[in-house]
């Protein structure tokens, strides 16, 4: 193993422990045992009681605030609560950031474990996006290990009209407007989804790398082979014996392109691309969150997507 990967994995052991260290028995506690007390379910859901002003939504990061903001429009006050640039599995919010959540109208959350502080939360409404859709990958204990629906444009779809019905619901005074915008963004990812069909219907491989397990139902949904440096959430311990097994894959697939991630440090998957010949690094967004320069530029959902296929049909060698 090279010098480069042993002081990687010194200074991935010290993150971990670190991190470890901040978690409080009293975090723990309040995410297996606090029972969620406010209206969660869609079906549970009934009209906001106060409609003399924009309905205040605040959505828990990106991608669900793009999804709102489309369907939403000019109906709502949108708000996001994950701030630019912070990856959302690592995310704990202040009480004055619960106290703003406290105080709007809704809620509005991905689910499936990614944002495991929503029994804090204890705002009037709360639309679960992701509630029906199976979360096929989970491990002994029921735990979700891959919550990145989204990545699947049939799925975020699903995602959508959950959001749509559950404003519909709490605002019925603009319900046909929030259907019709639904409508034409749920277009736009049937779209997407034939663009991916389209282009990866020619590649010679059907196999990638990516740092953490994120990409699941995306590779499901188009038969592709997802093998990743963390099989758990991003920060999870790699070790040397996982690390050696993604370079024997990588060399024994001829798999050329490693992907990181634009919110987390990508020495991991630089270490992998070195031992690899030919080996380089690109993104693969797992689309958790923007930059700021994405943020000022207004790159949205869509684009995002389309930024994944043209950098994944460099690794699976598609003739595009």
């Given at each position: 193993?090279?010098?480069?990967?042993?002081?990687?994995?010194?200074?991935?052991?010290?993150?971990?422990?670190?991190?470890?260290?901040?978690?409080?028995?009293?975090?723990?506690?309040?995410?297996?045992?606090?029972?969620?007390?406010?209206?969660?379910?869609?079906?549970?859901?009934?009209?906001?009681?106060?409609?003399?002003?924009?309905?205040?939504?605040?959505?828990?990061?990106?991608?669900?605030?793009?999804?709102?903001?489309?369907?939403?429009?000019?109906?709502?006050?949108?708000?996001?609560?994950?701030?630019?640039?912070?990856?959302?599995?690592?995310?704990?919010?202040?009480?004055?950031?619960?106290?703003?959540?406290?105080?709007?109208?809704?809620?509005?959350?991905?689910?499936?474990?990614?944002?495991?502080?929503?029994?804090?939360?204890?705002?009037?409404?709360?639309?679960?996006?992701?509630?029906?859709?199976?979360?096929?990958?989970?491990?002994?204990?029921?735990?979700?290990?891959?919550?990145?629906?989204?990545?699947?444009?049939?799925?975020?779809?699903?995602?959508?009209?959950?959001?749509?019905?559950?404003?519909?619901?709490?605002?019925?005074?603009?319900?046909?407007?929030?259907?019709?915008?639904?409508?034409?963004?749920?277009?736009?990812?049937?779209?997407?989804?034939?663009t991916i069909k389209t282009y990866l219907e020619s590649c010679k491989k059907r196999d990638f790398?990516?740092?953490?397990?994120?990409?699941?139902?995306?590779?499901?949904?188009?038969?592709?082979?997802?093998?990743?440096?963390?099989?758990?959430?991003?920060?999870?311990?790699?070790?040397?014996?996982?690390?050696?097994?993604?370079?024997?894959?990588?060399?024994?697939?001829?798999?050329?392109?490693?992907?990181?991630?634009?919110?987390?440090?990508?020495?991991?998957?630089?270490?992998?691309?070195?031992?690899?010949?030919?080996?380089?690094?690109?993104?693969?967004?797992?689309?958790?969150?923007?930059t700021k320069y994405e943020q000022q530029v207004g790159i949205g959902y869509i684009d995002k997507?389309?930024?994944?296929?043209?950098?994944?049909?460099?690794?699976?060698?598609?003739?595009?």
């Open positions: 193993m090279s010098h480069l990967i042993l002081s990687i994995l010194f200074y991935s052991l010290c993150q971990n422990l670190y991190a470890q260290s901040q978690i409080s028995n009293t975090t723990l506690q309040l995410y297996f045992n606090t029972t969620i007390a406010t209206k969660n379910s869609i079906n549970e859901l009934s009209p906001a009681t106060n409609s003399s002003h924009k309905l205040r939504v605040v959505s828990s990061f990106f991608p669900i605030d793009e999804f709102v903001k489309k369907i939403g429009g000019d109906m709502i006050q949108s708000s996001i609560l994950i701030p630019t640039g912070i990856e959302p599995h690592d995310f704990e919010p202040t009480i004055n950031q619960i106290q703003t959540v406290d105080s709007a109208d809704v809620l509005v959350y991905n689910g499936l474990g990614i944002e495991n502080w929503i029994t804090k939360i204890n705002t009037a409404h709360k639309i679960d996006a992701s509630e029906g859709l199976n979360a096929s990958y989970t491990d002994r204990r029921n735990m979700t290990l891959d919550p990145h629906v989204w990545l699947d444009p049939l799925l975020a779809k699903k995602e959508v009209e959950n959001i749509r019905d559950g404003l519909m619901t709490i605002d019925p005074n603009n319900r046909d407007r929030y259907f019709n915008n639904a409508k034409n963004f749920l277009n736009e990812l049937d779209n997407l989804d034939k790398i990516t740092f953490h397990n994120s990409f699941s139902y995306f590779a499901k949904q188009y038969g592709l082979n997802q093998h990743s440096i963390s099989n758990a959430g991003p920060e999870a311990e790699v070790t040397p014996t996982k690390l050696v097994e993604i370079i024997n894959i990588a060399k024994s697939l001829d798999l050329k392109v490693i992907y990181s991630e634009e919110l987390l440090d990508s020495r991991f998957a630089s270490v992998v691309a070195q031992e690899i010949p030919g080996g380089k690094v690109l993104v693969l967004s797992p689309i958790e969150g923007l997507m389309n930024e994944n296929i043209k950098n994944l049909t460099v690794g699976l060698q598609c003739n595009q």
